[in-house]
């Protein structure tokens, strides 16, 4: 009997199985043929320097790799490398920690995040993962940008490109992110006055680049911000005496949640990849390849 695909672009659950522990399916979404939105493989270089090779391989960042290199903790093909800008084959063994990283495709993925789906890689109590619903329906290991808590829904990257990854969650390049939210009462205008002027928490200064009434739903409102800091937008609601109802994230570094609905994911479109990667600094990507 044949296996039942999932929807495409669908947050599937896992089965469980007798121990009641979720299986992790192989299976990939074939169903995505626009050659604009299917899985990207950019060139790949021959030859290249090895703390790219390891960002490339999904493992970390470049400057991370770095690191990694330093602390003679990365071998090329059995052998200690321990200089900077050493540069290695594709074709090279290369391990980091006993660890054996390999090339492969970049995978860059939008999801519109479920509320009670948990943003991490592992979980402790078995609990749905959004690495458990992109796994089980692309069949491509990629993690996520940053996070949402659980009760938070919205928009969510999730890829296997490393330097990217890390330039979008480094607080110095200030990529905008925007929620929708709904506090369990009306807010005032002095206190809409307050949120827009900044509120001083445990962690520091938070400022948003604004917070404005939803024009569809008044009791409702929409902050901007450029930081990542951990719950951020509900400890800004807290500092104000409220309480957050619901909390979406609509806007993430120029992607929209347009299209989109929530527990459903895409891939991203070839120019959307490049857009994020000029907007923290990064060369863009040939996607000119044979197939593509």
């Known amino acids: 009997m044949n296996k039942k695909k999932p929807r495409p672009g669908s947050v599937s659950r896992g089965s469980k199985n007798g121990s009641g522990k979720k299986k992790r399916s192989k299976r990939s979404d074939k169903s995505m043929k626009n050659p604009r939105t299917a899985p990207q493989r950019p060139q790949v270089e021959k030859e290249m320097r090895i703390n790219k090779f390891i960002a490339h391989a999904g493992l970390c960042s470049r400057r991370d790799a770095d690191e990694y290199v330093a602390a003679g903790k990365v071998k090329v093909n059995g052998t200690v490398v321990s200089e900077l800008g050493s540069k290695v084959k594709t074709t090279d063994s290369v391990t980091v920690n006993g660890q054996k990283l390999t090339l492969e495709p970049f995978v860059y993925i939008l999801l519109n995040k479920n509320s009670g789906t948990i943003t991490t890689t592992d979980d402790e109590r078995d609990r749905e993962t959004v690495m458990d619903t992109i796994e089980d329906a692309t069949g491509n290991r990629v993690y996520p940008v940053g996070r949402l808590d659980r009760k938070t829904m919205g928009l969510l990257l999730l890829t296997n490109d490393g330097d990217l990854a890390h330039r979008l969650m480094h607080p110095s390049y200030e990529v905008k992110k925007t929620y929708f939210v709904q506090p369990n009462r009306i807010l005032t205008e002095e206190e809409m006055l307050r949120l827009n002027e900044g509120v001083e928490l445990e962690d520091g200064f938070a400022k948003p680049e604004s917070v404005t009434r939803d024009r569809l739903r008044p009791d409702s409102i929409i902050i901007t911000v450029f930081e990542g800091r951990n719950h ?33 994911w895409r891939y991203l479109r070839t120019d959307e990849i490049n857009d994020l990667r000029k907007l923290v600094k990064l060369d863009t990507l040939d996607f000119n390849q044979p197939g593509q």
């Open 232 to 264: 951020l937008i509900r400890r800004m609601i807290d500092y104000i005496g409220a309480d957050v109802d619901k909390l979406k994230r609509i806007q993430y570094a120029g992607l929209h949640e347009k299209d989109l609905k929530v527990g459903r």
